[in-house]
């Protein structure tokens, strides 16, 4: 058998730890944590990292390296996505969990924080190569996961179909099938429906209300999108469906421009079958830094994170940044766009629409009784605006920034379960 080197993380590994921690820190700060809770809540749970062969097609084996990470279980069983990319690493995934632990406080619904990923360009592989790959890996991290402990879900380089192996080989395992040990499955083996669109549709919920809030005509709102990819295309065309005006979309090949709106049906096929933005028509083919200086009503960043940081802050000229992706803005960024008067709704509150259609469907795992489509929606639309209800109200009365609050509600509601539940033994 010929084995080949074991992948290597990227050089450029994230800052996203750091920016985890930055903005932990300053909520603590705000709430008084003592040190001991500090150091509790700052630290991960649990980490696992794992080495694995994987049959490729052209013959001999190839070893992958991947992690999953649980954060903090103190209000619940661990939940977070599993991201496959080149970048994976084992801090950015560390800063994941955290985020998620925040993320199901804020939202209110009984999760602690985890992450997991894989390095590894899921472009480059196979359907045969990625399912071996997948299976693997569901077995090296089966001695973590399950319905009651750590519940995986698809994220950036995962879908679907992913997740449905995911199942299918704890499943084997077990011995019987156990629907509930990841969520964002297809609904012919126990996914929910609109799982596909929830994180889409909760940036519309939200942007809708910041637009209420805030006196800005949703007909006609202009709209850039970094990140033309699952979440991004779907809040792009929902929120066009709503009125708005979808001027900028972009992926990581570039960014396409029309001040008069995009034709997003023109652009699906492109997103569909993961084909480059540079070979679209319909608009001027602009970079990803010139769609974020684009003056727009609302800016989504959906792509990775530290996209919005020190170097390029001054140049955003949206009214309002609404975080499609985890962690996209970096503190000194959020710094230098309070300054300006950009208002940015973070990230733990305007994309917690997946996680919370996840909830919804692993209760539907758990009871053998699933929804129409439109109650989901309405549950989604329920807990996410009361969410961001919550988030605003604390800014208000605290006089803090969107992000600070969200922080200030979601750390307060982890420290409460942790200090209730207590310090075993």
Not at 412 to 417: G, I, P, Y
């Amino acid at each position: 058998m010929v084995v080949r080197p074991l992948e290597q993380q990227s050089e450029s590994a994230t800052d996203a730890l750091t920016t985890a921690l930055s903005q932990f820190d300053a909520a603590a700060d705000r709430l008084g944590l003592d040190d001991g809770t500090r150091g509790v809540l700052r630290a991960c749970k649990r980490e696992l990292s794992v080495h694995f062969p994987v049959l490729m097609d052209a013959g001999g084996a190839r070893i992958f390296s991947g992690y999953r990470v649980q954060h903090n279980l103190a209000r619940g069983p661990a939940k977070g996505g599993l991201r496959y990319h080149p970048d994976v690493s084992l801090d950015e995934v560390r800063a994941l969990a955290m985020w998620m632990t925040w993320k199901s406080a804020v939202v209110n619904i009984p999760y602690g924080g985890a992450k997991g990923g894989v390095i590894v360009n899921p472009r480059s592989l196979s359907l045969g190569e990625l399912e071996r790959l997948t299976r693997r890996y569901a077995t090296e991290i089966s001695i973590i996961i399950g319905e009651d402990e750590d519940i995986p879900a698809p994220d950036v380089g995962t879908d679907s179909q992913i997740m449905a192996w995911i199942m299918d080989t704890i499943s084997m395992h077990r011995g019987h099938t156990h629907a509930g040990v990841v969520t964002g499955k297809p609904v012919s083996v126990g996914g929910t429906l609109g799982r596909a669109e929830a994180t889409g549709r909760g940036l519309q919920y939200v942007v809708q209300e910041a637009a209420r809030e805030r006196g800005i005509g949703l007909e006609g709102a202009t709209v850039a999108v970094q990140g033309f990819g699952n979440v991004g295309a779907v809040a792009a065309n929902l929120l066009a469906l709503a009125g708005a005006r979808v001027v900028a979309v972009s992926d990581s090949s570039g960014a396409l421009y029309n001040g008069k709106g995009l034709d997003l049906a023109v652009l699906a096929p492109f997103q569909k079958d993961r084909r480059p933005l540079t070979e679209a028509t319909g608009g001027d083919q602009i970079s990803n830094a010139e769609l974020l200086a684009l003056p727009v009503d609302f800016l989504i960043p959906a792509a990775l994170e530290g996209q919005i940081n020190a170097a390029n802050a001054g140049e955003v000229r949206a009214r309002v940044v609404v975080e499609g992706a985890n962690g996209p803005t970096t503190p000194e960024a959020d710094a230098i766009l309070a300054e300006k008067g950009v208002v940015l709704i973070p990230d733990i509150v305007a994309n917690a629409g997946g996680v919370i259609v996840s909830y919804f469907e692993w209760v539907q795992d758990l009871q053998f009784y699933f929804w129409e489509e439109n109650e989901v929606n309405q549950r989604l639309h329920t807990i996410i605006t009361r969410a961001y209800g919550d988030v605003a109200r604390t800014a208000e009365e605290e006089g803090v920034t969107l992000r600070e609050a969200a922080m200030m509600v979601g750390v307060s509601r982890v420290v409460e379960a942790t200090k209730i539940r207590g310090i075993y033994p």
